[in-house]
C-alpha cells in the first residue's frame, strides 16, 4: 500500500513544479559526457527527461525510465520539442520489465536514495544484469546518518552494499543546495 501511495504522490507530483526537477543537467554528467566516448545510457529515474535530452544531443543512445506516468508523459513532450530521439517509459527501476542492456552508463539523479532497503538490492541486481562489463553507474544522492530511518538518503551501509558489486571510482561529498543536506556524487564502475 505504502508503495502505491509513493507512486501515485510522484505521478501527482508532476501536475506541479517537483523541486528536484530543475530542468538543468548537472555538471557531474556534463563532465562525465565530456570525457566518456557516446554508447548506450539509462536514465534511471528519468523524470521529465532533461539529462535524457543531454545525453541524446551528445550523441548517446538514451533510454530514460520513471514510475511516474506524468513524468514520461511531459519527457515524451520535451524530446519532440527538443527534436531528438530517445526512448522514455513508465518503469520501476527495481524490475526493469521491458529493458535489455548492455548499458555504458547508468545514469541516477535522486532515485536509488529513496528506494527501500530491499529495493536497493533488487535495484542494483537490475544494474549487474543491465550494464555492459566496464559499464558506469553515476549516481547522486542525500546523505544519513545509519540511526535516521525518517529520512530518504543514503548511509555508510547502503555504499558498501553497492561497493561490495561495483567499484567505486569516485566520491564527491557535497551539499544539496535546496535542501540543505549532506549529499554525494558516486562514480561507480562494473566490475570486468
Not at 523524470?47 to 506524468?70: E, H, K, M, S, Y
Not at 546523505?143 to 558489486?165: F, M, P, W, Y
Request: proline fraction near 5%.
Amino acid at each position: 500500500m505504502q508503495r502505491l501511495f509513493r507512486r501515485l504522490s510522484f505521478h501527482y507530483w508532476y501536475f506541479r513544479q517537483p523541486p528536484w526537477d530543475t530542468g538543468t543537467s548537472p555538471p557531474e554528467l556534463l563532465e562525465f559526457i565530456q570525457n566518456q566516448p557516446p554508447g548506450r545510457a539509462i536514465d534511471l529515474g528519468c523524470g521529465t527527461g532533461t539529462n535524457v535530452i543531454a545525453l541524446a544531443q551528445a550523441g548517446w543512445q538514451v533510454t530514460g525510465v520513471d514510475f511516474a506516468p506524468r513524468a514520461i508523459t511531459l519527457a515524451r513532450r520535451k524530446l519532440k520539442e527538443a527534436g531528438v530521439r530517445a526512448d522514455v517509459q513508465v518503469d520501476d527501476a527495481t524490475a526493469l520489465k521491458d529493458i535489455q542492456g548492455p548499458f555504458d552508463l547508468a545514469f541516477d539523479l535522486g532515485c536509488f536514495h529513496g528506494i527501500s532497503p530491499v529495493g536497493q538490492i533488487k535495484y542494483l541486481d537490475q544494474l549487474d544484469r543491465i550494464l555492459a562489463e566496464d559499464g558506469f553507474w553515476l549516481m547522486y544522492g542525500f546523505c544519513k546518518v545509519e540511526t535516521d530511518r525518517t529520512s530518504h538518503g543514503l548511509t555508510e551501509t547502503d555504499i558498501r552494499q553497492a561497493s561490495s558489486r561495483l567499484t567505486l571510482i569516485s566520491r564527491r561529498n557535497g551539499t544539496d543546495n535546496t535542501r540543505d543536506r549532506a549529499s554525494a556524487w558516486f562514480l561507480f564502475q562494473k566490475n570486468a
